[in-house]
């Protein structure tokens, strides 16, 4: 079976699907990526996908997994590289990918992940980002 | 003349890939717009890995197609396992019984311009679909 290589490059991990996977090899990067995430410290993962002329439910579904276990182990995960047919056809598919951040290319994902770092060394967004949904929550709540 | 059917047995994830392979290709060939092939060759994924997860396992056909006015390409799906017993509830966006997505059929279904199931419980399903070239 073919493995998807993931490379360590300073506080990132950088994964480049060049590809067309089985199934069976998505759930190992899958596997590969929240062992590597553990062993290596690592803050960031970038996935880039412009090798993929398409992106299935089960990728889908697949990438979302990956940045929900990442964003567990204190890694934050972003998709770069979509090809434009492929986003026009994941929407219409009905997958938007929630929960996972984008960039258009592997330099703008390493400065999206550069810049969540200095934010949550600032210490705002994050917390914030949760007391605001906590106070929403509790004004919901509110007959 | 009629086009040879290209076939395709499908009973691992490999053959999958293969079919995602073929359709491309021949969405190539047949000259549809790159957002066309992607929609198509999408679609052949989803259905091929229903035919191997919820079929058992089945053949997919690929034929290039010519209604007169257009060229097409026509994709059959078909499985002797268990069938669909409620085909609304099965075509419903989010609905599973695989602990996917629930979006292979309903997803698939707008990824195309013709869309025809049958299927008898006990007996099969079979999935037919064709995209037009523009």
Known sequence: MDRVPILKIGDILLVSIQIDMEDQVALQLQEDLADRVVTTGCHGVIIDISGLDIVDSFVGRTLATIASISRVLDAETVVVGMRPAVAITLVELGLSLPGIRTALNVELGMALLARAKADERAGDSEWDEIDDEDAETAADAQP | ?134
């Open chain 2, 1 to 134: 003349m009629s086009d040879p059917v290209e076939r395709i047995a499908v009973s691992t994830d490999q053959d999958v890939v293969r079919v995602r392979q073929l359709v491309r290709t021949i969405a190539v060939s047949a000259k549809l717009s790159l957002v066309d092939q992607t929609k198509l060759v999408t679609a052949a994924s989803e259905l091929a890995r229903n035919t191997l997860v919820y079929g058992g396992g089945g053949t997919v056909e690929v034929t290039r197609v010519d209604n007169g006015r257009r060229q097409g390409i026509r994709i059959v799906f078909a499985d002797q396992g268990p069938g669909i017993a409620d085909l609304d509830l099965a075509l419903t966006d989010g609905y599973t019984t695989g602990g996917g997505l629930g979006l292979g059929l309903s997803g698939a279904r707008r990824l195309v311009d013709e869309f025809d199931i049958e299927t008898a419980v006990g007996q099969g399903t079979s999935i037919t679909v064709t995209k037009w070239c523009r």
